[in-house]
Every structure is written in structure tokens, then in C-alpha cells.
Nanobody, 116 residues
Framework: QVQLVESGGGLVQAGGSLRLSCTVS????????MGWWRQAPGKERELVGI???????NYGDSVKGRFTISRDSAKNTVSLQMNSLKPEDTAVYYC??????????WGQGTQVTVSS
């Protein structure tokens, strides 16, 4: 069983920054993709960003230029640095890792609230 534990969420003012971390119970080398999604109340889950095994990244249009995904194989963590936060970034953020589209594991989610 693969477990993911997120941390770093909280309340921040618009324009501020937060850093989310996700600790994975297995070596992240065993996964070919990892990243973050988010879900705001009443909305569908939205891609924030992904990083694949080769190190390439891809981001949702709404966060490009503001958010950065990184990974640390020594600590088995996937992180999300969020800068220039906006109230519309308020959501529950979920990290995930996957070996394929049919084998994906999720964290429990962490709340990020951005006040105006």
C-alpha cells in the first residue's frame, strides 16, 4: 500500500506564498508521474501540475508562472511552491503519484485558503 501525506496548507493573504509538501511511503523512483490537483467547493477537480520521471513539468493554465513543482528523491517528497496567490486559488490540494493511468495513489488533501 502506498501512502501519501501532505503538509503545508493554511491561510494566507492574496499575493503571499505557501509551500506544500507530500511525503510518499515508497521511493518516488518507482513512479513515472507525480503532481498536484486541487478542488474548490462546487467545482471539478483541476490539474495544478505534474512532473514526470524524466523531470519534465506541465502546469494548469491558471497557475503557470506562479506555481512550481519539485521533487526530492532522497526524502521521497513532491513539493508545490505557490507564489502570488489569489483568492481563486482557494481549494483543497491533493498530491498523487502514479505508475500508470490505472494505478494512481492520492493523499488525503490539504486546505489552502487565500484571503482578499
Amino acid at each position: 500500500q502506498v501512502q501519501l501525506v501532505e503538509s503545508g496548507g493554511g491561510l494566507v493573504q492574496a499575493g503571499g506564498s505557501l509551500r506544500l509538501s507530500c511525503t510518499v511511503s515508497r521511493s518516488i523512483f518507482s513512479f513515472n508521474g507525480m503532481g498536484w490537483w486541487r478542488q474548490a467547493p462546487g467545482k471539478e477537480r483541476e490539474l495544478v501540475g505534474i512532473i514526470i520521471s524524466g523531470g519534465s513539468t506541465n502546469y494548469g493554465d491558471s497557475v503557470k508562472g506562479r506555481f512550481t513543482i519539485s521533487r526530492d528523491s532522497a526524502k521521497n517528497t513532491v513539493s508545490l511552491q505557490m507564489n502570488s496567490l489569489k483568492p481563486e486559488d482557494t481549494a483543497v490540494y491533493y498530491c498523487y503519484v502514479q505508475r500508470s493511468a490505472l494505478e494512481r495513489y492520492w493523499g488525503q488533501g490539504t486546505q489552502v485558503t487565500v484571503s482578499s
